[in-house]
């Protein structure tokens, strides 16, 4: 008992740094330091502020280790409810953290340019903004494997009674929240940029409640004893 203990809570520790590494870097470093309609101030904001974008960088790397290590401290006390649904939870975050560990070259190539081009180029405003797209949509493109992942994790989370039913509830609606939200995003820019809050709201609170409730709770302990002997 006391290692599933351990157990969650690491599981809540890792899903803490998931959140709170993906907003500093996206949120925050990104928000402030990017505009993708304007190269010339975009390359002013990197080379201002450098030491900020490449710790948006690093929080980002942080962000996809623990992201990986997540659903395999996660698989130990969800495989007994459902193992199939357990190994395509690990496998789909597996996939989006390959995705997004390669992504992350877009997201560092505008420093290795603007150290070796003059800032006033036209053509290195044009390259920096590629690359700085290509980011964007390289994540939306991961969206779709961490976004289907929510469906195994919500679907094992209402079957296994360790943790309350309306989290697993909400993070079912979530999946389907984050793969609309990517079709969207190919299919129809300015529809998704209205509404990309809104439908991916489910997921952030479903997430959000399952790490409070790691990091508080834990999991129902006697109903896990009661499922591992059955």
């Known amino acids: 008992m006391k290692s599933i203990k351990i157990t969650a809570r690491v599981a809540g520790i890792l899903y803490l740094i998931v959140i709170v590494c993906g907003i500093f870097a996206e949120k925050y470093v990104r928000l402030n330091l990017v505009d993708l309609s304007d190269g010339l101030q975009t390359i002013k904001n990197i080379s201002q502020n450098e030491f900020l974008f490449r710790l948006g960088f690093v929080s980002d790397l942080l962000m996809q280790l623990a992201y990986f290590l997540l659903p395999l401290f996660l698989y130990r006390f969800l495989k007994s409810t459902n193992n199939w649904l357990a190994q395509i939870m690990v496998l789909s975050v597996t996939v989006a953290v390959a995705i997004m560990c390669v992504n992350m070259l877009n997201h560092y190539m505008p420093l290795l340019l603007i150290e070796q081009t003059e800032m006033s180029s036209e053509v290195l405003q044009k390259q920096v903004l590629l690359y700085l797209h290509l980011h964007k949509d390289g994540y939306h493109i991961a969206q779709?494997?961490?976004?289907?992942?929510?469906?195994p994790l919500g679907?094992?989370?209402?079957?296994?009674?360790?943790?309350?039913?309306?989290?697993?509830?909400?993070?079912?609606?979530?999946?389907?929240?984050?793969l609309t939200d990517v079709v969207l995003y190919f299919l129809s820019p300015n529809v998704n940029?209205?509404?990309?809050?809104?439908?991916?709201?489910?997921?952030?609170i479903g997430e959000f409640s399952l790490c409070l409730f790691l990091l508080i709770k834990g999991v129902n302990y006697r109903t896990f004893l009661i499922s591992t002997e059955s």
Request: glycine letters at 10%; a negative charge.
């Open 144 to 151: 779709l494997f961490f976004g289907l992942w929510l469906l």
């Open 155 to 178: 679907l094992l989370i209402y079957k296994s009674e360790l943790f309350p039913n309306s989290i697993g509830v909400i993070l079912i609606i979530g999946c389907f929240g984050y």
């Open 193 to 204: 940029t209205a509404i990309s809050n809104w439908i991916t709201l489910p997921a952030d």
